[in-house]
């Protein structure tokens, strides 16, 4: 995100490695430049956090969940101002404090080998309860210390 005159001075300036035309046009909706490049430049590396899909993908869970767990505070984030929008971006260290305190149903099925029905009714019989509810983050997310037992 960022605007058409952050691009435009970036390639009046020379500062891209790569900008390109579509096709025999040569009018200004005809350049292209490699977005990752624009990125990094207009708004620099962010090595403190990531975005909500990254988080995401980070720990198997569809985005949807990731948004759920964020808005619901499950989730520490921050909001940052890009290009004018709000950007909620999700601090690092989050993914290890969620990782330690939270296993989802499907990561806990997968590493046991088990079909998640199939370990939910042992968990269930067991007395161990999921910790957030599903309604609220479309996944059963139990305490890994309750899993652990």
């Known amino acids: 995100m960022c605007s058409q005159a952050n691009v435009v001075r970036l390639v009046v300036d020379g500062?891209?490695?790569w900008v390109g035309t579509a096709g025999r046009r040569r009018d200004y909706r005809s350049i292209r430049v490699n977005l990752r490049e624009v990125r990094l430049l207009v708004h620099g590396p962010d090595s403190e956090t990531i975005s909500s899909l990254e988080f995401a993908r980070r720990l198997g869970l569809?985005?949807?969940t990731t948004h759920a767990l964020v808005k619901h505070g499950y989730v520490e984030s921050t909001s940052?101002?890009?290009a004018g929008h709000q950007v909620t971006r999700i601090p690092i260290s989050e993914?290890?404090?969620?990782?330690?305190?939270?296993?989802?149903l499907g990561e806990l099925?997968?590493?046991?080998?088990?079909?998640s029905s199939t370990l939910k009714a042992k968990l269930d019989a067991?007395?161990?309860r999921p910790a957030l509810h599903r309604r609220e983050?479309?996944?059963?997310?139990?305490?890994?210390a309750d899993v652990r037992r």
């Open 15 to 17: 500062r891209l490695k």
């Open 62 to 64: 569809r985005k949807q």
């Open 80 to 82: 940052i101002v890009r």
């Open 95 to 104: 993914v290890k404090v969620f990782r330690r305190r939270y296993v989802s």
């Open 109 to 115: 099925a997968g590493a046991r080998g088990l079909h």
């Open 126 to 128: 067991r007395g161990v």
């Open 137 to 144: 983050v479309f996944t059963y997310f139990y305490r890994r």
